[in-house]
């Protein structure tokens, strides 16, 4: 069996692992796409590294578009293979990938309309909403701890990695000349307590494992200490400053813990009546999601629902999709939050939020997740900023911004490598670090090492290995 690494090696987007059988079957491990790259992205995505038609099966760890977006791409371009996910990944991937299509052709209208002036012919987005539309009829939804047999060779089991609504490490085993080989890929692992979802679990006994790396290097702090940082922010932007806060985040994850955290505080009276405001239609049908698959949840959020009927919506909350109601709060000067998607803040209508509020004392930009170097997100937080370009135009950086990483859905290095104790590292080959910066994998990799992990190896994009 060989296996080969085309995306998410040594760095943090677009992930994509091919598996290889001895028989050939060719099994894919996600399909994501990469984002936060500049001008490079367009053309990382358009190449995928291999025949899509050959793909027999895809097994997707969760809906996050750097793991699922180009799903639709490859069904363009031929796949018609099955995509086995979790069941609340398949339901997501519905509205995410639709969602990414639909972003894709806009800005592929604006794009074109530059390269008109300059006499240049139009391009075409990488996929349509139609492609998005039709990859679903390809979708398999299998309920968590439960083996899905795909063939005589082949079988998967899914369990929960805490990191979002669906997600799973992909447990694989397969048969190759009588023996079985047990492989997981643990897609991106989530926090110890999350404050919706169930708590990772324990998964069964490997001989190889993929695993994430992205806080490899670094610790968060508690869940009390962040709420109690949002808390002061809120206080100090919105009620003694009156300004805005602004808070970039991923639509589906992020946006529903951060209202659920609010939604908390507004139950204890620690927040006046602030208006809250969620301006993202991917939110906004994502929440619905969530409210379907309760059995993802964990048990505080199943007790808050014994009192509150809707731990994802409070009085002052207010849900945007229209865009014309978007671009009026840019020109309402009421202190309020608002939560819009990127939460790399490197596209969606939250880029726009930025531009019309960054030169304003009275506001706040708050990061809440990882961000890649060359992100915008990223970029407003170099320290000494006074100036940044933002949709081709400069503005002066005179708002707060500020950050906190304890609301990412990854594990810190502490909580990723407790995750992994339920294995037996002396039954494990080798360990592959996907889906982090390469010099945090070297740091990760040496505590792993330290931890008495044999092998581990930090492969190159386009890495083959045979295992």
Request: hydrophobic letters at 40%; glycine letters at 8%; a negative charge.
């Amino acid at each position: 069996m060989k296996l080969k690494f085309l995306g998410a090696a040594r760095e943090v987007t677009g992930s994509k692992h091919l598996v290889i059988t001895n028989s050939g079957k060719k099994i894919l491990l996600d399909c994501g796409m990469y984002q936060g790259k500049g001008l490079e992205t367009d053309a990382l995505n358009r190449n995928l590294g291999f025949d899509p038609a050959e793909i027999d099966h895809l097994i997707l760890s969760h809906a996050h578009i750097d793991h699922s977006g180009l799903i639709p791409y490859m069904y363009k371009l031929g796949f018609r293979g099955s995509i086995i996910t979790t069941n609340a990944t398949r339901d997501l991937c519905a509205i995410m990938l639709a969602d990414s299509a639909h972003i894709q052709e806009l800005d592929i209208k604006w794009f074109n309309k530059k390269r008109a002036k300059n006499n240049l012919s139009p391009v075409e987005p990488i996929y349509s909403v139609f492609d998005a539309e039709d990859c679903m009829k390809l979708f398999i939804g299998i309920g968590y701890e439960r083996r899905f047999y795909i063939d005589n060779e082949v079988n998967v089991k899914f369990t929960h990695t805490g990191h979002m609504l669906g997600s799973a490490v992909v447990n694989l085993q397969i048969t190759e000349n009588g023996q079985k080989k047990h492989l997981a890929f643990t897609g991106d692992i989530g926090r110890p307590h999350n404050r919706i979802l169930k708590s990772p679990t324990a998964f069964p006994p490997c001989d190889v494992l993929i695993t994430e790396s992205t806080y490899g290097d670094r610790l968060h702090t508690s869940e009390a200490e962040s709420e109690d940082e949002l808390l002061n922010i809120v206080i100090q932007t919105c009620v003694q400053n009156k300004g805005k806060l602004i808070i970039p985040a991923f639509s589906v994850g992020r946006t529903q813990e951060i209202v659920f955290v609010l939604n908390n505080l507004f139950n204890k009276g620690l927040i006046p009546s602030i208006k809250v405001i969620v301006d993202s239609p991917l939110s906004v049908n994502a929440t619905e999601v969530f409210r379907l698959h309760t059995e993802c949840m964990n048990q505080a959020v199943r007790d808050v629902l014994n009192h509150d009927d809707d731990p994802f919506g409070f009085k002052s909350l207010r849900l945007i999709k229209n865009v014309e109601e978007s671009k009026a709060l840019n020109q309402s000067e009421e202190p309020c939050i608002i939560i819009s998607a990127s939460g790399m803040a490197e596209a969606g209508r939250v880029k726009h939020h930025i531009a019309n509020n960054i030169s304003n004392w009275r506001n706040t930009i708050l990061l809440v997740g990882y961000c890649s170097p060359t992100s915008l997100g990223a970029r407003i937080q170099e320290p000494g900023l006074r100036f940044i370009s933002i949709l081709g135009e400069m503005h002066e950086v005179n708002a707060r911004i500020a950050k906190i990483d304890a609301f990412s859905g990854h594990g810190d290095y502490k909580e990723m490598i407790e995750f992994l104790e339920c294995q037996d590292k002396e039954l494990i080959r080798t360990v592959f670090l996907v889906h982090g910066e390469y010099e945090v994998q070297k740091n990760y990799r040496q505590k792993l090492l330290e931890k008495g992990y044999r092998t581990v190896l930090i492969p190159a994009f386009g890495e083959e290995f045979e295992i």
